[in-house]
């Protein structure tokens, strides 16, 4: 007789694509090595199953990339994604528009120079016809709450330093339409979007300007235990455990998952009714055991009246927009590219 993980990775293997499954196990496998016994992380051994690859300044797939230090002291640096067809003496009054992105890993994984954020980044420069720069933020648990919503920030006042000066010159296209950013991210990173864009909502950044937070799958979470959470726990990869350890190694010591920066609207959050957020584009995954958490993020948004749009996206896992080429990946780009035009 099959026992429960058997039977739970029987119907995952029935719903999820061939490729989608491979990839996401390799992650989780890496993901499950990295942590020891004792609750403790190996980073050495974490960089080491990483794939990275390098920047190219020679266009690959149409976008052209390079890597910029942002702050010499903390090492924060990024990725800068910028489509050649919009390089040209042709095409140079066409302006697009900046998304500055957050790449996912639970706070923990991951590097903006890691194989598959290269690769997202690069298709969203391509298809949505954006420069993206990926900000390489310090991870936890090294670095905890809130350091990686103050490298976000660091990033930002570094934008508008390069664009007030000629320090931008070597990087910023002529084209790039700093009035017109987005703050971008997955997983952990749409969580530090939800942060940053708070932070940001009333500093002075001119002439950067939010005109939207875009979050595909965001983190968030809090003490209760979801319907959905209970149902989907180990089934499509993540398990309420695993969950619970990122935030335990995020958030400060001591603190439980009601913490402000885990549950946006629990007992202990700040009230953002008069905080002027710019809008949002929420994408959440059917199979994703948080999608409980994030429905409650968009309603606690709305009632708040903040401006967000829903997209679910049906039969989608963790993961689902690494996939180029496919339907799931397709309606993302759709989505982004929609409410980028409605936004600016």
């Given amino acids: 007789m099959e026992s429960t993980d058997e039977m739970q990775l029987e119907k995952a293997k029935s719903v999820v694509p061939l490729n989608t499954w491979i990839l996401i196990s390799n992650l989780k496998l890496a993901y499950n090595i990295t942590r020891r016994p004792d609750g403790s992380f190996n980073r050495h051994l974490a960089e080491f ?15 052209s990339t390079m890597d910029v230090n942002i702050d010499r002291v903390t090492g924060v640096w990024a990725r800068i994604f910028i489509p050649v067809n919009f390089q040209s003496e ?38 949505c016809r954006a420069m993206v720069i990926s900000v390489n933020f310090r991870r936890s648990p090294e670095y905890r709450y809130p350091v990686a919503y103050e490298d976000g920030f660091t990033v930002l006042k570094w934008i508008q330093l390069q664009a007030l000066t000629a320090l931008g010159n070597a990087w910023l296209p002529s084209n790039a339409d700093l009035s017109h950013c987005f703050l971008v991210g997955d997983s952990s990173g749409a969580n530090i979007v939800h942060h940053l864009g708070v932070m940001a909502s009333t500093a002075d950044l001119y002439p950067v300007c939010i005109c939207g937070h875009i979050l595909l799958m965001p983190m968030f979470g809090g003490m209760k235990r979801t319907p959905v959470e ?3 726990d180990g089934q499509y990869f993540v398990t309420i455990k695993d969950r619970d350890y990122y935030w335990q190694s995020f958030l400060p010591e001591g603190a439980d998952r ?13 009230d953002l009714t008069t905080v002027p957020l710019a809008p949002s584009l929420v994408l959440i995954a059917s199979l994703d055991l948080l999608q409980d958490w994030q429905k409650e993020y968009v309603q606690g948004m709305r009632d708040s009246g903040k401006k967000v749009e829903l997209v679910v996206l049906e039969h989608a896992t963790v993961g689902f927009f690494l996939f180029p080429n496919t339907e799931h990946f397709h309606r993302v780009i759709d989505a ?7 936004s600016i």
């Fill in 230 to 232: 209970i149902r989907l």
């Fill in 49 to 63: 199953l990483d794939r990275k690859v390098g920047a190219n300044i020679s266009p690959v797939d149409g976008v």
């Fill in 90 to 127: 042709e095409s140079r009054e066409d302006k697009i528009p900046v998304f500055v992105y957050f790449h996912g890993g639970s706070f923990v994984h991951s590097s903006a120079n890691s194989a598959i954020y290269d690769a997202v980044c690069r298709s969203f420069a391509k298809l």
């Fill in 336 to 342: 982004i590219s929609s409410f980028v035009k409605r």
């Fill in 258 to 270: 009601d913490h402000p920066a885990c549950n946006i609207f629990g007992p202990y959050s700040e």
